[in-house]
């Protein structure tokens, strides 16, 4: 067997169990050929010393969004997806966003297609948001699985240019099970959202804390609750994404758990570690926009009431530390099936970023809102090493209660979002037929020979100024995590050296190109949770009585 790479000394994490020690992974021609102890090498093989570390699948990151039209100060292609990869992944999803006087999809998929073809550093696929589900819509559905290898579609219950009503997103659901695409759905009650929200300007409630008030837990959790209806009448598999309240989370187990409902639940980094008084914060590192972030290095600060405006994400961040500790809860317990990143940030400083209402508001001598700030945070970059602290730092201060196994971070990171959407048996998970998408962490007791090694015996503080996004903030900035990807592959060649990194300075450690990433042709996706299929009628229907309208 002539191998190209063989990395030795291995310590194997699946998504079930942690290998023995001392394995070597033997890769030839981007794919993973061979597990075994003793691996045999020519002069032409390349050799890695794991040195004893932990070797992850690739992150499969399935929420992202790069170079949508809504956030024109987000990252695009190029820089989302360097980030990306220095973060310790290599397949990411993005959306394809049909707008609503769009009558064909396919001219938005090349569209799409065009913004990434050329621009991206990892593997990477869409999911198609859908807008206005026309009949002809509708139609194209299974073109683009049997055609693009589009698998996932993407629905909004609120923002007026997305939002779906209760026929439309019903219509979606049957013709997705008809046609086998996955179905994503933005959970939150539209309605109660406006009134709240008209209520708070009216009483002079602007700044961006009254965000967090403005899309209260309810409007999530009755939102979650229609949705698992919707799902359950029309027997339709579905994921609803960025889930952050305990009741919703409930609603969720409840399907799953006691009505074996094929619902997937998804949460994100800051749901489980950030809270809403972020949202009132007025202070912020002095940044100089020409040379980027000094405060943090020096402690300077400056006053700017609003600063929280760098924390409005929706659903937003949540009030207490029990509503974090549910999202934990519903992790260990299996509730949520993915953690994603929902990468969808705006600059700070740019006028068309978060704080384009002050600026809107000079022009016009009116008063800025919290209504008008893009919402989105960044986080496709510190996605996996926050996660991998939960699973590996000694630090005895750290509650059971908010750590992770290591097969249980593979699972929520890499191979149940290859599953879901259409990527198993070629990503997500360390077997032989897969491609060598790896991560190489560092071993827990690396000499310390440069600041790169000292991953493991000193914890790395997480700066803005160390990411490769194109964002000028990182709503982590300060957080502590016990290792870094040190190395990344994809399909069997690294692509990111964190030692040269660390040693060269900052992009030196990017050894992979744009071109490399390459457009994922998908399956259809998985069911992971419930049962799916016309076995069981929703509660209170006589048995057949849904074939007369399916």
Known sequence: MDLDLVIKNATIVTATEILQPGLSIGIKSGQIVAIAFSLPANAHTQIIDAEGAYVTPGGVDSHVHLHQDNAPTGDKWLSGSRSALCGGNTTILAFATQQRTDESLFPVLEEYHSRARGQSYVDYGFHLILTRPSPEILGELKRMV??????????????????????????VMMRCREVGMTVMVHAENADMIDMITTRLLQNSHTLPKYHALARPQIAESEATHRAISLSTLTSTPILIVHMSSPVALSHARKAQSKQMLPIHAETCPHYMYLLSDRLAVTRFPVVDEANGVHGHEHGDTEDDEWAGARHVCAPPLRHAEADLQSVWDSVNNGTITVISSDHAPSQYHSPQGKRKPLVEAQKTNSTPTFAQIPNGLPGIETRLPILFSAATDPDPSISPARRLTLPKFVELTSTNPA????????????????????????PPHHPVTTAAAAASSEKIEITNEMLHHSIDYTPFEGFRVCNWPRYVLLRGEVKWDRDVEVSRGPGAGILGKPTDGTFLRRGKGEVLVGRSGMGREPEGMRLGERSAWM
Do not use: C, H, N, Q
Request: charge should be negative; glycine fraction near 12%; proline fraction near 4%.
């Open 146 to 171: 049997e055609e693009e290898g589009i698998t996932s579609v993407k629905l909004y219950m609120t923002y007026p240019a997305f939002r779906l009503g209760d026929k439309e997103m019903l219509e």
């Open 419 to 442: 599953k879901m959407y259409g990527l198993s048996g070629r990503k997500g998970s360390i077997a032989p037929g897969y491609d060598a998408d790896l991560v190489i962490w560092y």
